[in-house]
T-cell receptor
C-alpha cells in the first residue's frame, strides 16, 4: 500500500512569510509525528498526535510553529513569519495504534524548507 | 534534546568488512530502534529491540542492548556499497511518552567498493 507522503518536497520562501507543510500518513495509522532535521544533524522531535488525545507539543521550538491534524488523518505543520534558522528538512512519520509503544515509525520523504 | 549519542560520527570501510556503530542513552527506555537514512531524506526502520532483550538479529544486522550501561550497538556484517547511509538509534520511553522516539545524532557509514 501507499506509504507516508509529504508535500511539497521542496519549499523555498522568503524570510517573514508563512509556510504550510502537509503530511498524509499511512491509512489507518493513528499516531503521527513531526520532526525537523537540520543539515548533518539528527532528528529533532516537534509534535506528536495520537488518536483523539491532545497532541504532545513539547518539541515545538517557538509559538511560530503550530500543527493540526484533521479527521485523524492528514496533518499540516504551519510555520509563521519564517526565519532563516527554520531552514531544514521536515519529516513526518506515522505508526499504527497499539503495540504497547513498540512500533516502528514509517517516515515520509520529507519537505526541504529553505528560508532566504 | 537528543538522548542518544552515537559513536563514531563517521565510519569508512571496505566492502566485505564489518561495521559496528554504538549508541548510548541517558534515561530509562522500553525499546531501542535503529534506522537508516539515505541522501538526507526519509528514514527506514531496520530493527527494534525491547528493553528486556539483549541481542537481536535480522539478516546481516545484529543489535545488542545493555541496559545497565545504557548502550546499544549495531553490527552490519559483510558490508556492501549499498549500505552507505546514515544510521540513527532512537529510544522509546513508553509510559506517557507512548510511541514517541528520541533520536541520536547518527553515524555516517561509507562503504567503499
Amino acid at each position: 500500500g501507499a506509504g507516508v507522503s509529504q508535500s511539497p518536497s521542496n519549499k523555498v520562501t522568503e524570510k517573514g512569510k508563512d509556510v504550510e507543510l502537509r503530511c498524509d500518513p499511512i491509512s489507518g495509522h493513528t499516531a503521527l509525528y513531526w520532526y525537523r532535521q537540520s543539515l548533518g544533524q539528527g532528528l529533532e522531535f516537534l509534535i506528536y498526535f495520537q488518536g483523539n488525545s491532545a497532541p504532545d507539543k513539547s518539541g515545538l521550538p517557538s509559538d511560530r510553529f503550530s500543527a493540526e491534524r484533521t479527521g485523524g488523518s492528514v496533518s499540516t505543520l504551519t510555520i509563521q513569519r519564517t526565519q532563516q534558522e527554520d531552514s531544514a528538512v521536515y519529516l513526518c512519520a506515522s505508526t499504527p495504534q497499539g503495540g504497547g509503544g513498540y512500533n516502528e515509525q514509517f517516515f515520509g520523504p520529507g519537505t526541504r524548507l529553505t528560508v532566504l | 534534546s537528543q538522548q542518544g549519542e552515537e559513536d563514531p560520527q563517521a565510519l569508512s570501510i571496505q566492502e566485505g568488512e564489518n561495521a559496528t556503530m554504538n549508541c548510548s542513552y541517558k534515561t530509562s527506555i522500553n525499546n531501542l530502534q535503529w534506522y537508516r537514512q539515505n541522501s538526507g531524506r526519509g528514514l527506514v526502520h531496520l530493527i527494534l529491540i525491547r528493553s528486556n532483550e539483549r541481542e537481536k538479529h535480522s539478516g546481516r544486522l545484529r543489535v545488542t542492548l545493555d541496559t545497565s550501561k545504557k548502550s546499544s550497538s549495531l553490527l552490519i556484517t559483510a558490508s556492501r556499497a549499498a549500505d552507505t547511509a546514515s544510521y540513527f538509534c532512537a529510544t522509546g520511553a513508553g509510559g506517557t511518552s507512548y510511541g514517541k522516539l528520541t533520536f541520536g545524532q547518527g553515524t555516517i557509514l561509507t562503504v567503499h567498493p
